[in-house]
């Protein structure tokens, strides 16, 4: 039923990555840390998908403030109250567009596989399995966006840049905003933040949730995860390098004269 509110999402286990064996793995997720960003991205993994139902079903946005009704009890969500729940930081840059461009241009090059700066117009294999991961996580938990993970386009790279180069950003603004248009009606934007929603519900005295269920932990970036998507990725990598085609399906057609032969046996 709330399963669309978060089929494209990632949630991240800090104790875990932190403690893998590949150190630009555990710098970017350093990186992800620094960035204020660890209390939303790996706070507690529980779902109340019926309360999330009820969430989305009857939200909307007033003065600024997200309302809603689950189960029959009036919800009050604001900026305020959903910064200090995920000690977000409120200073920086408030819109991914007042990035410097020459911070951008940067990490184009930091991010490249190849050395050579990534194109904002191609696929986003050309960047190092680490930012790779990177951008996929910035892209699903962050701005929530539906469709396809492997194009790069500019509002991925700019997320990607506020990581990879430091980029102090009012990540309250950024992420409540994001909240905001995801229960207005008409807008293009996917709903998301399934646990951090349920997490604000959960700590609202006396509304009743119904049962609670446990994050997929296919969607939990652990250490052991990361190493498939690791995997996975460097086999696909590997595929695309070499130009090897996909093996084709054994053909189940028997030509007449095997069978007659066969027959005649």
């Known amino acids: 039923m709330a399963y669309s509110f978060y089929s494209n999402s990632q949630h991240v286990d800090f104790d875990s990555v932190l403690a893998m064996d590949d150190q630009g793995m555990v710098s970017m997720f350093q990186g992800l840390m ?3 960003l660890a209390g939303f991205l790996g ?5 109340y998908e019926a309360a999330l139902f009820d969430f989305f079903e009857n939200a909307s946005v007033r003065e600024g403030v997200i309302i809603s009704t689950v189960a029959g009890q009036l919800v009050e969500i604001s900026e305020e109250w959903f910064a200090e ?12 567009s007042e990035i410097p461009k020459d911070v951008i241009f940067d990490a184009r090059s930091i991010v490249s596989f190849s050395g050579e700066p990534v194109s904002l117009s191609g696929r986003k294999n050309q960047m190092k399995i ?4 990177l951008c996929d ?14 194009a790069i386009t500019v509002e991925k790279f700019s997320l990607v840049t506020t990581i990879v180069c430091g980029v102090r950003m009012n990540w309250a603004r950024i992420l409540f905003s994001t909240f ?5 009606p008409g807008s293009k934007q996917a ?24 994050f997929p932990a296919s969607k939990i970036l ?44």
């Open 180 to 184: 905001k248009k995801m229960v207005t």
């Open 222 to 265: 652990t250490d052991k995860t990361v190493h498939r998507f690791v995997s996975i990725n460097d086999k696909a990598g590997a595929e695309e390098a070499t130009g090897a085609p996909k093996p084709k399906a054994a053909s189940k057609k028997i030509l007449a004269v095997d069978v007659g032969a066969a027959v005649a046996k």
């Open 43 to 47: 706070c507690p993994a529980v779902i």
């Open 34 to 36: 620094a960035s204020g």
């Open 130 to 133: 680490e930012f790779l991961l």
């Open 137 to 150: 996580i910035m892209a699903k938990a962050i701005s929530v966006k539906a469709g396809s993970f492997n």
């Open 85 to 96: 729940s995920f000690e977000l930081p409120v200073d920086g840059l408030g819109d991914l």
């Open 191 to 214: 709903k998301g933040f399934a646990v951090q929603i349920s997490l604000l519900l959960e700590n609202i005295p006396n509304l009743e949730l119904g049962e609670s269920s446990e």
